[in-house]
């Protein structure tokens, strides 16, 4: 009998949706109750065992490395040689290629990432370019007058160690080398190409790399792609071929290079890599120089000030200069040179007491914000990103000024952000300006070292990145007070989650979820830069804490450090290390385009009996059973229904009989005069029109001005995901109840986030001012 009737009781609270936490299990009868309501069996709680692939010897279930886990490696020595009249770059290069892998390889796949700008290029074909209002005229010429740029590698041969040629076929800007012999694992293979390609305007088509042209007929180079460079071969996508379309960027190798570069002998230029013939290409006084720089690190020294500059800017040197670079455990290479580059450099300490270097170049027209705020940026970027990942294992980090780029390669990136012709520059420039370096230093942890394949996953490096920019923006602000307004924090464009709310609530037609290829996703910074690195915020902030997030985002910095991660290696490390089951946050924000919006539905006023209700009555006697069947019952009656009358309002928890003989009989003295009293029971109803599962943050205002936030967990959610109540029995009277105060979720509807409702309120309010000034 006892148990039918703690079912009755169970099935009864369900019933009424007052006390839904009650243990179902076994329980059929309360189970149908749930199951009527209709989302009983909804999958957004549910592992994502079918997206993920899965672990095996090469990935881990725990999102680290396997006990195989292998990666390819291509060394590279290069002879690179830069016509500055003919706007060329020559090149011959040799790859050393190890197949480490447990594959047989029958042939090579060589990326021609210049071939993107060749006469044939499919790139322009697949954009729809209808009429606009404007065009650039530069553009215009180039893409409507002209026959188009002569771009892409001309490749003069492929050769093997012996100088025989190999059989090889360009497809776009793929390129298959057959080899004269299977690769079986463990071989090595060296072979060679010698290449050249017109260097573009990177200032017209917005090419990652190229020259600016100044009015004075000089150029600065920013170069990269500029060299055949080995596809990455590994155990989830074979050879990664997938075409350079423009967009998405690069899947590359790690492997040591020997690179030497001669360019006119007065340029200035700085590379990827440890520069090996410092005494022959400096001056005695920029060695001094140099030597002063390695040791300060509280502002940076001028290598080569903005006079001299201008100075080597009036001659066009006719000899050449070659400078010598080794780097080592780099995935790509890049360089910068010019005749006009003001050059500085600071020291910065590592947390493990090693001095790496923070450098900018920059032509005069960057000033005077470049000598300002370029060098302390790399160097408080490197500074916030070690913190929060590893320490910088590079020996420096260079910042290069070239219009209009944004763009990344181990140790070195270009940045935009350049004062008007009289040097005035807004707000919003200085803000681009550093926010760009901070961005593209940063890159050198994502993707550079972190090293994710930026083919198939944007988000993997961008998100990823653009969340440490948020981190190291901030700490910027409190670093130099100064170049912010006075009062106030860094203004960060993305990271804190109410600026992505316009985009997640956009036209859904128009949105691709965040695992969704680059080329063929919707509103690519939002989706790709800011709805990752938001995400990523939220879990931070707001779902793990500091502390469990920040652990274990570096146990997957470490984990994958020089080493190539998908996505699920970032997913299960970040649940691997913190023990939060985050399943639900990766599905909602990673593979859906859903959004948040939690409200207050209703707030009903109940009030405690022990008058059996009706409803109670009616149950009991359908199933024949009298009042002593059931066990002490106190009733929770609501202001507006049949049973509520008005004597309850003023009666206590001490009239209620039936709860003071419970209590009487299983409390003693002692206990009993613990018990908290509440005098007010409010079911609360929070109602989720969007897809997205967050945890619903309460913020209770209370008659006396007081304020408690209560955070329920997402997982609040799991059983019915439309709408859920809770019972608050609290002493004091709420007057006001606000979901998501701090706007920490990305609700991208608060209309409901009040109540009473912001209609309701201002009425109550204006009634309440006009009273106060009585
Ligand atoms: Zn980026």
């Known amino acids: 009998m006892k148990i039918l009737k703690y079912l009755f009781v169970a099935s009864l609270f369900l019933s009424t949706g007052i006390m839904q936490a009650q243990d179902q299990e076994e329980n059929s009868e309360a189970t149908e109750e749930v199951r009527k309501q209709g989302h ?405 942890y994502f993707p550079m070292i972190v090293n994710s394949d930026e083919r198939q996953w944007t988000w993997m490096d961008e998100g990823l990145n653009t969340f440490v920019q948020y981190v190291a923006e901030q700490d910027f602000g409190e670093k130099y007070p100064d170049a912010i307004a006075p009062n106030q924090k860094y203004p960060s464009r993305r990271g804190p989650a109410k600026n992505i709310v316009n985009y997640m609530s956009a036209d859904q037609d128009q949105m691709a979820p965040i695992m969704t290829k680059g080329l063929n996703t919707y509103n690519f910074g939002a989706n790709a830069y800011g709805k990752p690195a938001t995400g990523l915020n939220i879990l931070r902030e707001t779902i793990m804490g500091r502390d469990l997030f920040d652990y274990a985002f570096k146990v997957y910095s470490n984990r994958w450090m020089f080493k190539h991660p998908t996505p699920e290696d970032f997913f299960r490390s970040m649940e691997d290390a913190s023990a939060v089951d985050l399943d639900w946050f990766w599905r909602a924000w990673f593979y859906t385009t859903e959004f948040t919006d939690i409200g207050v539905k209703d707030v009903k006023k109940f009030f405690v009996t022990s008058k059996m209700n009706a409803q109670v009555r009616q149950m009991m006697e359908s199933r024949g059973m009298s009042e002593s069947d059931l066990p002490p019952l106190v009733y929770l009656v609501e202001e507006d229904s049949e049973d509520f009358d008005e004597s309850m309002r003023n009666a206590s928890l001490k009239d209620v009989s039936t709860l003071q003989e419970f209590i009487m009989d299983n409390y003693s003295a002692e206990e009993r005069a613990r018990l908290k009293k509440p005098k007010y029971f409010y079911e609360i109803t929070f109602e989720k029109p969007g897809g997205i599962p967050m945890p619903i943050i309460a913020e209770y205002h209370y008659a006396d001005g007081s304020t408690e936030t209560i955070t329920y967990p997402a997982q609040i959610w799991r059983k019915n995901d439309a709408e859920v109540s809770k019972l608050m029995a609290t002493e004091k009277e709420i007057t006001k109840i606000v979901v998501d105060p701090e706007e920490e979720t990305a609700d991208i509807d608060t209309e409901n986030n009040t109540w009473p409702q912001r209609k309701k309120l201002s009425e109550f309010e204006s009634f309440k001012q006009r009273n106060d000034q009585d």
Request: with cysteine.
């Open 40 to 444: 009983y069996n909804n999958n957004r709680f549910k592992q994502l065992y079918e997206e993920f692939s899965t672990p095996n010897q090469y990935r881990s279930a725990s999102g680290a490395p396997g006990p195989n886990y292998y990666q390819q490696q291509a060394d590279y020595e290069m002879d690179i040689e830069l016509n500055d009249e003919e706007k060329r770059l020559y090149g011959t290069e040799t790859i050393t290629y190890y197949n480490n892998s447990p594959d047989v390889l029958e042939y090579l796949w060589v990326q021609l990432d210049q071939n993107v700008r060749a006469r044939d290029s499919k790139s322009p074909l697949i954009e729809p370019d209808g009429a606009v209002p404007a065009e650039l005229a530069a553009s215009f010429v180039s893409n409507r007058m002209t026959e188009g740029f002569d771009g892409g590698f001309k490749i003069d041969y492929v050769r093997d160690e012996d100088g025989k040629p190999l059989p090889h076929t360009i497809n776009r800007t793929m390129m298959r080398v057959e080899l004269p012999e299977d690769m079986e694992p463990g071989d090595d293979f060296t072979f060679s190409i010698k290449w050249w390609y017109n260097i573009p305007d990177h200032t017209v088509n917005r090419a990652r790399s190229g020259y600016e042209e100044f009015a004075d007929g000089n150029r600065s180079y920013v170069i990269a792609q500029f060299y055949p460079r080995m596809a990455v071969y590994n155990d989830v996508e074979g050879w990664q071929n997938s075409q350079f379309w423009g967009r998405d960027e690069f899947a590359l190798p790690f492997g040591d290079f020997e690179v030497n570069i001669t360019v006119p002998s007065d340029h200035v230029l700085d590379a990827t890599g440890s520069l090996q013939n410092r005494k022959e290409v400096f001056s005695k006084e920029m060695m001094r120089r140099y030597d002063m720089a390695k040791k300060n690190y509280d502002k940076p020294v001028i290598i080569v000030s903005q006079e001299e500059a201008e100075a080597a800017s009036k001659g066009f040197a006719t000899s050449k200069k070659t400078w010598k670079f080794k780097a080592e455990n780099v995935r790509d290479y890049a360089f910068a040179t010019s005749r006009k580059f003001i050059w500085d450099m600071m020291a910065v300490r590592q947390n493990n007491g090693s001095t790496v270097m923070a450098v900018s170049l920059y032509p005069p027209e960057g000033n005077p914000l470049w000598e300002e705020y370029s060098t302390r940026a790399v160097a408080s970027t490197l500074e916030s990103y070690s913190r929060m990942t590893f320490d910088y294992p590079y020996p420096k980090a260079i910042s290069v000024h070239a219009k209009n780029q944004g763009m990344e390669y181990p140790m070195i990136c270009w940045n935009y952000g350049r004062p008007d012709e009289d040097g005035n520059y807004s707000e919003r420039t200085k803000y681009g300006m550093i926010s760009v370096i901070i961005h593209e230093v940063g890159h050198n």
